[in-house]
C-alpha cells in the first residue's frame, strides 16, 4: 500500500497560496506572490534535497502541474527537475486538454476514487505539492497520511489554506522538526489513529462551573 504525503509550504496562519512568486495564482487578488523566497537558507536546501532523494510519484491539482510544467522541464542538469522529470505526476483535472510533460497520468471523474485506488496499488509513496484545492478533496476523503509543512514566520491574513472547512478530524504524531536560520520550522507528522479526548476539569465541579455549563448549553 501507497502512502500520500502532503509537503507544503505555509504561512504561520496556514495559507499556502503561491510561495514561489507573484505570478503562481493571484485568484482571489492575492497580493502576497512570493512569500517564501526571502527565507531561503542551505539547511532547507539540504532538507529539500533530502526529501527528494527517496523513492515517490506526484500527486497534483492541475493549476500546481501547469506551474511545474512550465518551469522544470527548463532547468536542464538540476537534480530536482531530473527527479520530477523522470517520475510519474498523476494531475487531478477535469480537463480534457492533453498533459504535455512526460510521465504524467490525468485523474478525471472520481478523482478521489482514483486516489484511493493508486494508494491500494504498488509503487512509491505518492506525494503532493502545492495543490491546495486539491488537497481539501484528499483531505475530505481522509487519504493523507503523512504531512511534512515548512511553515514560515510570518501572516498572510487571506488566501489558500491548508486546512479547509473539509478537513475531518485525525489524531497526528510528530515525527521530527529542523529550525531554519530564518526561521522556517519543517516538521513531519503521521497518522496516529484517532483524537482521544481528555478533560483537566475537577471531578467535582463547582456551583459556578455548572452555571457556566447550563449558561452554554441556553447560548448554544
Known amino acids: 500500500m501507497r502512502k500520500i504525503i502532503a509537503a507544503a509550504f505555509m504561512s504561520l496562519d496556514g495559507v499556502m497560496q503561491a510561495p514561489g512568486g507573484p505570478e503562481e495564482d493571484p485568484t482571489g487578488g492575492?497580493?502576497?506572490?512570493?512569500?517564501?523566497?526571502?527565507?531561503w537558507d542551505e539547511s532547507m536546501g539540504q532538507a529539500m534535497g533530502e526529501a527528494m532523494s527517496k523513492p515517490f510519484d506526484l500527486l497534483l491539482g492541475r493549476k500546481t502541474y501547469e506551474i511545474f510544467a512550465a518551469h522544470w522541464p527548463d532547468l536542464k542538469g538540476d537534480?530536482?527537475?531530473?527527479k520530477f522529470d523522470a517520475i510519474t505526476k498523476y494531475v487531478a483535472t477535469s480537463s480534457t486538454a492533453p498533459l504535455t510533460w512526460k510521465n504524467s497520468v490525468a485523474l478525471r471523474g472520481d478523482v478521489a476514487g482514483e486516489v484511493a485506488r493508486l494508494k491500494q496499488g504498488d509503487g512509491p509513496?505518492?506525494?503532493?505539492?502545492?495543490?491546495?484545492?486539491?488537497?481539501?478533496?484528499?483531505?475530505?476523503?481522509?487519504?493523507?497520511?503523512?504531512?511534512?509543512?515548512?511553515?514560515?514566520?510570518?501572516?498572510?491574513?487571506?488566501?489558500?489554506?491548508?486546512?479547509?472547512r473539509g478537513a475531518v478530524p485525525i489524531g497526528l504524531k510528530h515525527t521530527g522538526t529542523e529550525v531554519s536560520t530564518t526561521g522556517v520550522i519543517t516538521s513531519t507528522y503521521q497518522r496516529s489513529g484517532e483524537i482521544v479526548a481528555?478533560?483537566?476539569?475537577?471531578?467535582?465541579?463547582?456551583?459556578?462551573?455548572?452555571?457556566?455549563?447550563?449558561?452554554?448549553?441556553?447560548?448554544?
Not at 79 to 82: A, D, G, R, T, Y
Not at 131 to 158: I, N, Y
Request: glycine share 10%; proline share 4%; hydrophobic share 45%.
Open 79 to 82: 537534480p530536482i527537475s531530473e
Open 30 to 39: 492575492f497580493a502576497y506572490g512570493g512569500w517564501s523566497v526571502n527565507y
Open 198 to 220: 481528555g478533560s483537566f476539569a475537577l471531578a467535582t465541579p463547582t456551583d459556578a462551573e455548572l452555571a457556566r455549563r447550563a449558561r452554554m448549553q441556553r447560548e448554544g
Open 125 to 164: 509513496n505518492l506525494m503532493t505539492q502545492g495543490s491546495a484545492d486539491f488537497l481539501q478533496t484528499l483531505l475530505k476523503h481522509d487519504l493523507v497520511d503523512e504531512f511534512r509543512l515548512m511553515v514560515f514566520p510570518l501572516v498572510l491574513g487571506s488566501g489558500k489554506k491548508l486546512f479547509g
